[in-house]
């Protein structure tokens, strides 16, 4: 027999917004880390290497939640008419943010690490940060 503690109550339009920005706070901060190891990845630092390596799955793992509670969530906060035409670049941006990643991670795999993978980090970052200010605009700003 369930108890009334096992329902989870469904989230409120607030307190969805209030998630995502926290969400996207945390992973603008893992982005400036990963940004600033480019950094040294791109004067051929080796130990650099591993530690971009090590912040780009943790990005990948916090990226993909979030993309997944975002395309769950935000249809419902989108009902001001062009709500559909929002959700649906909202997913591309989402499916083009995977790809991308998914290209960075193979690069990284590859036995060659230089200015091809220091590149595609940081138009991922600039896309990701593109992103979540276009949301914070369109979909987060309103009541």
């Known amino acids: ?20 920005r926290s969400e996207h706070a945390q992973i603008s901060a893992l982005l400036a880390r990963v940004e600033a190891l480019t950094e040294r990845v ?5 130990e650099a290497v ?3 390596r090590d912040e780009l799955q943790t990005l990948g793992k916090v990226l993909l939640e979030h993309l997944h509670y975002e395309e769950y969530q935000l249809p419902s906060l989108a009902t001001d008419g062009k709500g559909d ?14 790809e991308l990643f998914d290209r960075i991670i193979h690069d990284l795999d590859e036995t060659e690490v230089g200015a091809k993978l220091v590149t595609g980090v940081r138009e991922l970052a600039r896309a990701i940060r ?6 914070e605009q369109e979909l987060l700003s309103k009541p």
Do not use: C, F, W, Y
């Open 1 to 20: 027999m369930n108890s009334g503690s096992d329902i989870q109550t469904p989230e409120t339009p607030d307190e969805v917004r209030s998630r995502i």
């Open 42 to 46: 791109g004067k051929e630092d080796a």
């Open 50 to 52: 591993l530690a971009l």
């Open 85 to 98: 035409a929002v959700v649906g670049g909202m997913l591309e941006e989402h499916k083009g943010q995977r």
């Open 130 to 135: 593109d992103d979540m200010e276009h949301e």
